[in-house]
T-cell receptor
Framework: AQKVTQAQTEISVVEKEDVTLDCVYE???????LFWYKQPPSGELVFLIR??????QNEISGRYSWNFQKSTSSFNFTITASQVVDSAVYFC????????????FGKGITLSVRP | EPEVTQTPSHQVTQMGQEVILRCVPI?????FYWYRQILGQKVEFLVS????????KSEIFDDQFSVERPDGSNFTLKIRSTKLEDSAMYFC???????????FGNGTRLTVT
């Protein structure tokens, strides 16, 4: 069975601080995909990134960066120089490579960025 | 950019009533999903739909639930006899191919009183 653990439940930072959101996953599959989604206060789910299990290269997109480490089954997300608009719930998710590719979500991390 | 649209944004219904939640997936997408998020909790998979049939469903998706793609554009979730515990945000999602990112709609908040 697949499982995603986001041990942090709430994080509060002051604007311009860097913050790292942790994600640890469990799967028996050798091929899988990892995702991060953002859920702002308005409620929608916004796709941020997808990573496949064969690609351990870290990725940077503006102020966002992701660190995938297969050895520790982690896929952590760092926001550099956080802004108030980053305040949201962030979900890490895992999909298998089965016919349906359904996502298993973690419980989410509520990030509050204070001015 | 194309998006998944869901209607209504908020539905209030009485226990025991039937509700239909509607979704228009992105037009060239082939895989369709419904997910549910009870307030303050994680997002849970309900059902996936491909090639005009259910491809997988979760334990939550019992006989009270059904999905349909009545035409080439709409994708609906029906709850036959709602219960208080069905109150949640329901998200529709679609993806172009297997394992491509899911694009979610803005959700329908269902409140059962």
């Amino acid at each position: 069975a697949q499982k995603v653990t986001q041990a942090q439940t709430e994080i509060s930072v002051v604007e311009k601080e860097d913050v790292t959101l942790d994600c640890v996953y469990e799967t028996r599959d050798t091929t899988y995909y990892l995702f991060w989604y953002k859920q702002p206060p308005s409620g929608e789910l916004v796709f941020l990134i997808r990573r496949n299990s064969f690609d351990e290269q870290n990725e940077i997109s503006g102020r966002y960066s992701w660190n995938f480490q297969k050895s520790t089954s982690s896929f952590n997300f760092t926001i550099t120089a956080s802004q108030v608009v980053d305040s949201a719930v962030y979900f890490c998710a895992l999909s298998d490579t089965g016919a349906n590719s359904k996502l298993t979500f973690g419980k989410g991390i509520t990030l509050s960025v204070r001015p | 950019e194309p998006e998944v649209t869901q209607t209504p944004s908020h539905q209030v219904t009485q226990m025991g009533q039937e509700v239909i939640l509607r979704c228009v997936p992105i037009s060239n997408h082939l895989y369709f999903y419904w997910y549910r998020q009870i307030l303050g909790q994680k997002v849970e998979f309900l059902v996936s739909f491909y090639n005009n049939e259910i491809s997988e469903k979760s334990e939550i998706f019992d006989d009270q639930f059904s999905v349909e793609r009545p035409d080439g554009s709409n994708f609906t979730l029906k709850i036959r006899s709602t219960k208080l515990e069905d109150s949640a945000m329901y998200f529709c999602a679609s993806s172009e191919i297997r394992n491509s990112p899911l694009h979610f709609g803005n959700g329908t908040r269902l409140t059962v009183t």
